[in-house]
């Protein structure tokens, strides 16, 4: 490739148009005012479209020859720095020789080693022989002969080379192959074992058979019939005279003439032009500003532009760089010199010196033909100029416009393209999402943290985060992380920067900031909140206590059998004893000498006597009284049987009046209170007994008669809001002293009745026993007392309190 392409600059002249504002002043009717007499005048802005001339800069595309080149006639020559003097130039800075001639520029002849083109062929001459640099031939000293200078036949005794002899060696010796001649004379002296004379001119070979064809005095070999011509001819008959500028044998010597004139071939003698003389016919036969043939003219040339005026003729010679008849016109364009003749070399606009041929080069360019453009950072004549481009690819060498780098614009490409464009002259919009920025030279978007793709409009994977989703997130329990700073998406229940920590106790859900609302100490599941109840709860919010007769976790185990129980606890299912009771089910009542809950007091009492189980009373044997049987007993006592008579007569009465009373108050409160909802029943049991004698049994303990003969007096009492049931002297055997005991129930009374009807127990045979002289009556299950009895609404709960249990009575003997 020998042509480049580069932009160049240049400025046009070109109309353009333009829109010109004027105000137009209109005139129109009278005022509105009715106080104005003139015409109001109305103003109005129009535009004209007027033209001017503008000179705008342009690039352009333009081609020129590579560096090492040079265009002639649109063509790009090369051009090589020295001339190639014997050789032309085919390559930049590279000649190619004729044949005999070597170097750089062609201008060394070949050694005596080597001929041919570029010297490249090895001369084989031996014996000091010298080698023809065109054809190769040897040239043998004296006294050798041969192709190769390999035969001696004799030493050599004078200093003329080979075939030549007489003075200055200049005379040819016509000897054959078998002698050679003597170097003064010419004679020839025969080698040994040869004999003979010389062919006569123009005959040579065998029995000098053949004829010779060589011209102009030219000898040829007597052996060979090979030319050997005399001065001033050369060729292969010597039938050509010497070139021009050349003379002499083999034509080796080189005119010195001067003024045109030419030199005889064989002497070199100047043959003068008309009007010089001299042995080199530098010299004017007229003097200086003359000619003619009696010099009689004056010459015309411009004295300052004319080397010499011809002496016949009156010609000017004029000096290098001007031209014209009389010397008086300067070099066309494109040549310089003597007589102009000389085309320039000079490339890109340059225009040479007319008399050197100097290259004055353009804007731009520089080198010894202009062929080279300024070099980086430099522009305008002679290349003299400093760029002042900040972010540029190259100023311009012409007149330093700056070509900016993409990104960049400005008359130094010193202002970054703003936000939003790139590209050459910021001219391309960029095309980023989500606030990325994008690169002012190729458009290419910087993502902000959070988003991925050619636009950034990718939302970065679950996993990863920050610029291009480059990041990774390192979260465990996680939903991902926040795709811009990382932070990990714990999952519900979960906290700390890797939610590795699970939330707090008392908080749950997403990032922790719900709080429990489970009750009872119970925890709640840190990513539902979904309450954790602890054994003996139950309910969303663990509010509830396990209901009766259940306990544990989750409240579904069931309550061992207790028998004197309130209910069993919640949480661990043991049994809740009533005060008297006592073992794993409540089924043994205190010790005796302690009483109350869990049997945890001990008895007071005095005298021996002992306390009752639940409340601790003392039971005092006769004689003796007090809260702890201190105090003496001065009463008599009455007849146990007259006692339990006016006892259950006075009962029978009591309870008759009692009944009528409530059926009565029954009605009217229900009349009045339909709304009223029923109240939790509730019952409680207190026990008072005095014994103030032993009562003895008269009879033996039958069955039968214990059966018929015991009576129960029963009385109730009940109020408006909280009616109470009292039940007085329980059941009691007949031959069994009174005891003053007594029941106290507090129930609402259902609307439908009006009073609470007690039952008194039965008496069965299983339920007595005969133990020697004492009568036993197996305790029964106060919690079923009142089940028997029927009162209504008791069974679903538990006693309160339990009535004494009959003392076991001593028989006489």
């Known amino acids: 490739m020998t042509k480049s392409l580069f932009l160049s600059s240049f400025t046009t002249s070109v109309k353009e148009s333009y829109a010109q504002p004027f105000d137009q002043v209109k005139y129109e009717g009278t005022c509105f005012e009715p106080w104005s007499a003139n015409k109001c005048t109305r103003h109005r802005i129009t535009y004209k479209t007027l033209y001017r001339q503008v000179v705008k800069m342009d690039y352009r595309r333009r081609y020129q020859c590579c560096r090492g080149f040079y265009e002639s006639r649109n063509k790009c020559v090369p051009r090589c720095t020295k001339e190639c003097v014997h050789g032309r130039c085919v390559a930049p800075d590279r000649c190619q020789c004729e044949s005999g001639w070597r170097g750089e520029d062609c201008s060394s002849s070949c050694n005596a080693q080597h001929w041919g083109p570029g010297c490249k062929q090895r001369c084989e001459c031996q014996n000091g022989g010298e080698c023809d640099v065109i054809k190769g031939n040897c040239q043998c000293p004296a006294g050798y002969t041969g192709e190769h200078c390999q035969v001696q036949p004799h030493p050599p005794s004078d200093p003329c080379p080979a075939k030549s002899f007489g003075q200055d060696c200049l005379q040819q010796c016509r000897c054959g192959t078998g002698g050679f001649c003597n170097k003064t004379t010419g004679e020839c002296v025969c080698r040994d074992g040869f004999t003979g004379t010389l062919c006569p001119p123009g005959r040579f070979g065998p029995n000098c058979a053949k004829e010779c064809l060589c011209h102009n005095g030219g000898h040829c070999d007597p052996e060979k019939g090979q030319c050997q011509c005399d001065a001033g001819y050369t060729g292969e008959r010597c039938n050509e005279d010497c070139p021009v500028g050349m003379y002499g044998v083999d034509c080796k010597g080189v005119c010195d003439c001067a003024n045109g004139a030419r030199c005889f071939n064989i002497n070199g003698g100047c043959l003068c032009e008309p009007g010089f003389k001299g042995p080199r016919c530098d010299h004017r036969m007229c003097p200086d500003g003359t000619y003619g043939m009696h010099c009689e003219h004056h010459c015309l040339c411009n004295s300052q532009n004319t080397l010499s005026c011809h002496p016949l003729k009156g010609e000017c010679t004029c000096r290098p760089g001007w031209a014209g008849l009389y010397c008086n016109e300067t070099c066309a364009h494109g040549y310089y010199g003597n007589g102009c003749l000389e085309p320039c070399l000079c490339v890109n606009g340059g225009v040479c010196d007319t008399v050197t041929g100097e290259c004055h080069c353009a804007p731009g360019y520089t080198g010894l033909h202009c062929e080279k453009l300024c070099e980086d950072g430099f522009y305008g004549k002679g290349c003299l100029s400093p760029c002042i481009c900040v972010n540029s690819i190259a100023c311009s060498p012409i007149d330093g416009t700056c070509f900016c780098k993409e990104g960049w614009r400005g008359l130094d490409c010193s202002i970054a393209c703003s936000e939003g464009t790139w590209g050459s002259g910021c001219n391309l919009t960029c095309q980023c999402a989500n606030g990325a920025a994008c690169h002012p030279a190729d458009g290419s978007c910087k993502c902000t943290a959070g988003w991925r793709g050619a636009s950034c409009d990718e939302p970065c994977p679950i996993g990863t985060f920050g610029p291009d989703c480059q990041h990774k997130c390192d979260c465990l329990h996680d939903e991902g992380c926040e795709s811009v700073t990382g932070q990990c998406l714990c999952l519900p229940g979960w906290t700390g920067l890797r939610c590795t920590q699970q939330c707090p106790e008392g908080t749950w859900g997403l990032q922790c900031n719900q709080s429990c609302s489970c009750l009872n100490s119970a925890t709640c599941q840190a990513n539902t909140g979904t309450c954790l109840c602890k054994p003996g709860f139950w309910g969303d919010q663990c509010q509830h206590m396990c209901s009766a007769g259940k306990f544990g976790e989750r409240c579904s185990h069931q309550c061992p059998p207790c028998v004197h129980v309130s209910s069993c606890h919640h949480i661990t299912g043991d049994c809740l004893c009533l005060p008297g009771y006592t073992g794993h089910l409540c089924e043994q009542a205190c010790p005796i000498g302690r009483y109350g809950l869990h049997c945890s007091n001990v008895c007071s009492c005095t005298k021996n006597a002992t306390c009752h189980h639940q409340d601790g009373l003392c039971l005092c044997p006769a004689g003796w009284t007090g809260p702890d049987c201190s105090l003496c007993d001065m009463m008599v006592p009455v007849s146990p049987v007259e006692k339990d008579s006016w006892s259950a007569i006075t009962g029978i009465v009591v309870l008759v009046i009692l009944v009528v009373l409530l059926l009565a108050v029954l009605l009217l409160y229900r009349h009045r209170q339909q709304d009223k909802q029923s109240n939790t029943p509730v019952v409680s049991f207190s026990s008072t007994r005095t014994v103030s004698s032993e009562y003895l049994c008269l ?23 909280n009616p109470y049931a009292t039940i007085k002297d329980l059941p009691g055997l007949p031959p069994c002293p009174p005891e ?54 008791h069974y679903d709960l538990p006693p309160v309190r339990r009535p004494p249990s009959p003392s076991p009575r001593r028989l006489p003997h």
Do not use: F
């Open 699 to 721: 009879t033996c303990c039958l069955v039968a008669e214990l059966k018929d003969s015991c009576v129960a007096v029963s009385s109730s009492s009940l109020n408006s809001e």
């Open 740 to 793: 003053s005991s007594y029941m106290e129930m507090k129930s609402a009374v259902p609307r439908e009745r009006s009073y609470t009807e007690i039952s008194p127990p039965v008496m069965t045979p299983s339920t007595l026993s005969c133990r020697g002289n004492v009568v036993e009556q197996e305790p029964q299950n106060h919690y079923d007392l009142p089940i028997n009895s029927h009162i209504p609404g």
